[in-house]
């Protein structure tokens, strides 16, 4: 799948602007403070319905403005067609999401329609922040494996809300604390299953895409489903039940679940430098954008801010060649033109100029 154009209004300091895109290779060039992060949040503000610099999307509606709106014409393989995707977020709180011009009802819908993948300089926070990170990139997985996974996580969401509440609370009513965590029991097992059956399917592709990227050594996976194997979960919980009470949390679950990642036997974020550890996290994404392909028949869209930062050049080559061999569309921004001359050359490709939000389409290359 891929964007044939997008229309992008009031997103930070890009007021009004339309990119005609190369099925294949985007890149978006200009000074700092441009707008090319700009162009990049609102193509994932389509895709996802959130921002990934800010929670509060007011901050991103253009300071000026009342609203800011998205939409792209989106070209699909299977079933092969063209459809019109677009979203509106007012200042005031309204978000809307349309497929053309039906109505959307939940962002996990937007998810579906159009997979992307990230990264930026927060990226490493894959490999080297908190256990919720390496759990969203599982999800996303599982996710777009299988569609039903979303419904299964917000009912044992809900389940692990109700039983926090419950702890937290200063009188225990003991039939329901029971309650809810025989409920939640089978949804955690259940969660786990999805999350190990895939890790399991995308260790392979992992371990080819990190070939790819030359140097980053032999990698290891270990899955920690979120509770001691040894008890069962039912027998974990029970043991846990005063320990839960005192600290008003459920101390084990699918909620606490981790992925593990070694090189050479020591944790990545241990051993690996700052440009390995970026190349970890596109061998991560390229891995998983490989087994979707493999699933769905489809490709997702990347979304690269800053490309050239921490990586060689040898490196970008090999990433932008992978994701060429994926039929990946791609959008890359860099301050540096000449940071991608050499690097796209020979290959089809459109190249945009981002000047005080303003674009001009200042290359194309192939169709
Ligand atoms: N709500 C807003 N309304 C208007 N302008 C904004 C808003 N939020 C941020 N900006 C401005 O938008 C501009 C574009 O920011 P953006 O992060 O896209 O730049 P960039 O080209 O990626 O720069 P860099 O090369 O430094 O990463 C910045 O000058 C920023 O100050
Ligand atoms: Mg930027």
Redesign the pocket.
């Known amino acids: 799948m891929y964007l044939s154009s997008i229309d992008i209004l ?5 007021k009004s602007l339309k990119l005609e895109c190369h099925p294949a290779i985007n890149v978006i060039y ?12 609102a193509i994932y503000l389509l895709g996802r319905g959130r921002s990934f ?1 800010h929670r509060d999307l007011r ?7 009342e609203e800011l709106v998205v939409s792209a014409q989106l070209e699909r393989q299977k079933p092969k067609g063209s459809h019109r995707l677009g979203i509106r977020r007012t200042s005031k709180g309204l978000f809307e999401a349309r497929l053309d011009g039906r109505a959307l009802q939940s962002a996990t819908q937007l998810v579906e329609e159009l997979p992307l993948q990230l990264i930026d300089a927060h990226s490493f926070n894959l490999l080297e922040g908190g256990a919720l990170q390496r759990r969203q990139f599982l999800d996303w997985g599982v996710f777009h494996v299988e569609h039903s996974y979303t419904d299964l996580w917000r009912r044992f969401q809900k389940a692990l809300k109700q039983r926090n509440q419950l702890l937290r609370h200063g009188r225990i009513d003991e039939d329901s604390l029971r309650a809810w965590t025989t409920e939640l029991i089978p949804l955690s097992e259940e969660l786990t299953r999805h999350r190990r059956e895939y890790l399991e399917g995308l260790v392979e592709h992992i371990e080819a895409a990190s070939r790819e990227l030359e140097g980053l050594g032999e990698l290891s996976f270990d899955y920690y489903q979120g509770w001691p194997d040894e008890l069962g979960l039912a027998g974990v919980m029970a043991e846990d039940q005063a320990r839960d009470l005192a600290v008003g949390t459920t101390s084990h679950g699918a909620h606490k679940a981790d992925m593990k990642i070694k090189v050479d036997g020591v944790p990545a974020s241990e051993c690996l430098s700052r440009g390995q550890i970026k190349l970890l996290v596109y061998a991560l994404k390229l891995a998983q954008a490989t087994f979707y392909r493999e699933k769905s028949g489809e490709s997702c869209l990347f979304l690269l ?2 490309l050239p930062a921490e990586l060689d050049y040898l490196h970008r080559q090999q990433i932008v060649g992978f994701l060429r061999g994926l039929d990946c569309q791609v959008f890359m ?1 860099g ?1 540096d033109k000449r940071d991608f001359q050499v690097l796209v050359e020979g290959m089809a490709h459109h190249m945009f100029h ?1 000047e005080h ?1 303003v674009t001009t389409k200042s290359e194309i290359t192939g169709s």
């Open positions: 009031q997103v930070r300091n890009l200009g000074a700092n403070g441009s707008g090319k992060t700009s162009v990049l949040e610099k901050l991103v509606v253009n300071h000026k403005a801010d800053d921004t301050v981002v939000g």
